[in-house]
């Protein structure tokens, strides 16, 4: 094992698209870090679970647990929540006024829901993205090319099709994400004007990495990262949406931040991930990594497999309804 880096900071987010909390210190397991995004607002018009790719108000709500999770939080059982308005005001999940609030807040009619069972599949579902979704979830005019997301495995694009989040998650792809201190001084060192602010890219970890890499935990995709409790298993990077991009608290609005992440590291900074063992983690943890097998044969197999998930990619494209500007 090789040094990974150390723990700087760990983030729960008990309402998805809401501002996060940061924690000294989290139980992670199979599903992520314990409590993280219980809570998410639906769209009423769509029923479908909406973010705030779709509504960036969302960004500007504080969300705080009324009491510290139990053990048993997760998929069927949400804690109650607190959100908080930028005019001060709060509301709990227990309020039947919170869906009235949320709604007039966000001029668009919404609903607060907890995450559902695990065996109640339906909740998840979501329409087949058109041309102009994927062009408003990663803020692409209408010159510019779709995002190329071969870098997903076949099944998980399967999945993010068919649901508008993971079955038992309300997380966009994997139930870890994971930025480094490095792969955000990078991106800064080419946009001077703009603020990489940790809190645009929401992950579950950063870490400070010893490494040289402009982008360290790109170098761990494949290998597992193990802390001192606790074992990751990182996967792919993580392609950015429109979201780092919105204005939020003391962060304003900046397009440059999505563009120069597009242009200059494939659309992406940080990486998703799994869980492989679970256990608790602390700021402060120093993390250890199992390099990823890059023998010639498994780099001459990964690139064949990305390749062939590219024409798969461009056929599905070819095939995908255009839609209509709202």
């Known amino acids: 094992m090789i040094p990974a880096g150390r723990i700087t900071s760990i983030w729960r987010y008990p309402v998805k698209s809401m501002l996060g909390e940061r924690l000294p210190e989290a139980q992670i397991g199979e599903l992520g870090l314990h409590a993280d995004r219980t809570w998410a607002v639906r769209d009423?018009?769509?029923?479908?679970?909406?973010?705030?790719?779709?509504?960036?108000?969302?960004?500007?709500?504080?969300?705080?647990?009324?009491?510290?999770?139990?053990?048993?939080?997760?998929?069927?059982?949400?804690?109650?929540?607190?959100?908080?308005?930028?005019?001060?005001?709060?509301?709990?999940?227990?309020?039947p006024a919170v869906h009235q609030q949320l709604s007039r807040y966000l001029d668009h009619s919404v609903e607060l829901r907890a995450l559902p069972p695990i065996d109640q599949r339906e909740q998840y579902r979501a329409p087949m993205a058109t041309k102009t979704d994927l062009r408003a979830i990663f803020g692409l005019d209408d010159d510019e090319p779709l995002p190329d997301l071969s870098m997903f495995p076949v099944r998980k694009l399967a999945e993010i099709s068919r649901y508008a989040t993971p079955v038992g998650s309300y997380v966009d792809a994997y139930p870890v994400h994971i930025v480094t201190e490095q792969s955000l001084a990078t991106m800064a060192g080419l946009a001077p004007g703009s603020d990489f602010d940790i809190r645009r890219f929401r992950p579950t970890i950063v870490v400070d990495s010893p490494s040289e890499s402009a982008h360290p935990e790109w170098d761990?995709?494949?290998?597992?990262?193990?802390?001192?409790?606790?074992?990751?298993?990182?996967?792919?990077?993580?392609?950015?949406?429109?979201?780092p991009s919105h204005e939020q608290p003391e962060l304003k609005r900046d397009r440059e931040i999505t563009r120069t992440i597009a242009a200059h590291s494939r659309r992406c900074l940080g990486v998703y991930g799994n869980v492989i063992r679970s256990g608790r983690i602390a700021e402060g943890d120093v993390l250890q990594l199992d390099p990823p097998n890059r023998t010639p044969i498994a780099a001459t197999a990964d690139s064949g497999a990305i390749k062939v998930k590219r024409a798969v990619m461009r056929a599905v494209s070819a095939a995908m309804p255009t839609g209509k500007r709202s």
């Open 220 to 243: 761990w995709c494949g290998g597992t990262v193990h802390a001192p409790d606790a074992e990751l298993q990182p996967l792919i990077p993580t392609i950015r949406c429109v979201m």
């Open 44 to 95: 009423t018009e769509t029923d479908v679970t909406t973010s705030a790719k779709r509504l960036p108000g969302l960004l500007w709500c504080t969300a705080r647990y009324a009491q510290n999770p139990p053990p048993e939080a997760g998929p069927g059982h949400a804690p109650e929540v607190i959100i908080g308005f930028p005019d001060g005001t709060e509301v709990s999940s227990s309020d």
